[in-house]
């Protein structure tokens, strides 16, 4: 049960983490696209 739980977590740190870095990179890619244009 332990074993299954620390997997788990694991995983989800490594989901949440993936996704922060997709967003911070989306809005410096959001924010450089923005300098350019004007």
Do not use: S
Request: hydrophobic letters at 50%; proline letters at 0%.
């Amino acid at each position: 049960m332990e074993k299954e739980k620390v997997a788990i977590d694991n995983r989800a740190d490594k989901m949440v983490r993936r996704e922060l870095w997709g967003g911070l990179g989306f809005l410096m890619v959001q924010t450089l696209a923005f300098m350019r244009l004007t």
